[in-house]
């Protein structure tokens, strides 16, 4: 998996500067979403992209017309024809993931992954997003996930930093406390 991330770094970046130079890095980042999304949803589609018995030029054709079904601008079809081609379609989510890292990065905002025992409420993100802004310095984009593990709280990772705001996590220091006397 580790060669699958640097393939991906490579790729995304590739792509990033190319998006970059046409002033489109986002629209770009969203149609790669939409593009891996639906390559990853279709299993036919899928099997046909990440066989190696499959020839170059027909995966390449299977994953224009995925972009093109989508309404990706040329560069995405291109691109997405590229990676199918040379038999890198199973690279897409880490490509869409270190393509987005570089566009954030570029518009001064991180990512924090929240794991909640309940959804949150609006107030309950914007109250959150603000406390991590506060801390972190930059713009913060909250990808939230319910885990009914958790007792209550939350968990919010960025990067390698991870706030741990939940129950389970208080409970546990309070137990550390106590064994310490």
Do not use: N
Request: aromatic share 4%.
């Amino acid at each position: 998996m580790r060669s699958h991330e640097r393939t991906a770094r490579r790729y995304a970046k590739a792509l990033y500067d190319v998006a970059r130079e046409a002033g489109a890095t986002d629209a770009v980042g969203q149609e790669m979403e939409q593009v891996a999304a639906v390559c990853a949803g279709d299993a036919g589609a899928h099997d046909v992209l990440t066989r190696p018995w499959i020839k170059p030029a027909d995966r390449r054709g299977v994953a224009v017309a995925i972009a093109q079904k989508i309404g990706a601008r040329k560069l995405v079809q291109d691109f997405v024809g590229l990676v199918a081609e040379r038999g890198r379609a199973d690279h897409l989510p880490e490509i869409v993931g270190a393509y987005r890292t570089l566009v954030d990065a570029e518009l001064g905002r991180t990512r924090a992954q929240v794991r909640t025992a309940v959804a949150l409420t609006d107030g309950e993100k914007r109250q959150l997003s603000g406390k991590l802004e506060h801390a972190l310095g930059k713009r913060v984009i909250l990808e939230e996930q319910v885990d009914a593990a958790l007792l209550g709280g939350f968990v919010a990772q960025v990067g390698s930093l991870i706030f741990d705001g939940s129950l389970d996590g208080q409970l546990a220091r309070m137990r550390q406390r106590l064994a310490r006397g």
